[in-house]
């Protein structure tokens, strides 16, 4: 049986793997943070002709596809930007992996006025492989990875339970 990986878990695999455990273990804290809600809050009031929030097999959920065969993932800034990136990645390869070829993506950035194009090259999906290795490997450990202070943990919803 396939293990179910969801791009949430790859943004998590970029941005802290401390989160991704916490995460992957159903651990949530991110219901009533306030970064959080407002990138809800933006991903809502944005793009608001497109259709959005298009779930694949409850693995991956895309913001928005539009006609020419683009995919759009709505970002509230570039703080993760690497994070997001790979989040996009994912979705292109596991789409490739089930016969939709021919994608493009983009990151949108709607209060910065800007986007990014993302595309998966044979590195990339090397590299998503190794990562999706990883996670299926995290699943089983039965201790969060050690804590690591950064500059985006006082902004994490996980931060309190990091700290204490």
């Keep these: 049986m396939e293990e179910r ?11 802290c793997r401390r989160k991704l455990w916490y995460f992957i273990h159903e651990i949530n804290m991110e219901n009533e943070n306030e970064n959080v809600m407002l990138g809800k809050l933006l991903d809502e009031n944005s793009y608001r002709r497109d259709d959005k929030h298009i779930n694949i097999d409850n693995v991956i959920n895309v913001d928005f596809i539009r006609e020419q065969k683009e995919l759009h993932e709505i970002k509230k800034s570039r703080a993760m930007e690497e994070a997001g990136i790979w989040q996009v990645k994912y979705y292109l390869y596991y789409l490739k992996q089930r016969g939709v070829n021919g994608l493009k993506a983009k990151i949108d950035y709607p209060l910065l006025k800007k986007n990014l194009v993302v595309e998966l090259t044979e590195e990339d999906r090397e590299q998503l492989e190794k990562v999706i290795r990883d996670i ?7 201790k969060p ?3 690591t ?4 943990c006082e902004k994490c919803a996980y931060y309190d339970l990091c700290v204490i």
């Design 5 to 15: 990986i969801t791009g949430v878990m790859v943004y998590y695999y970029f941005v």
């Design 145 to 147: 990875p050690r804590f």
């Design 149 to 152: 202070s950064r500059k985006i």
């Design 136 to 142: 299926i490997a995290m699943k089983a450990q039965t």
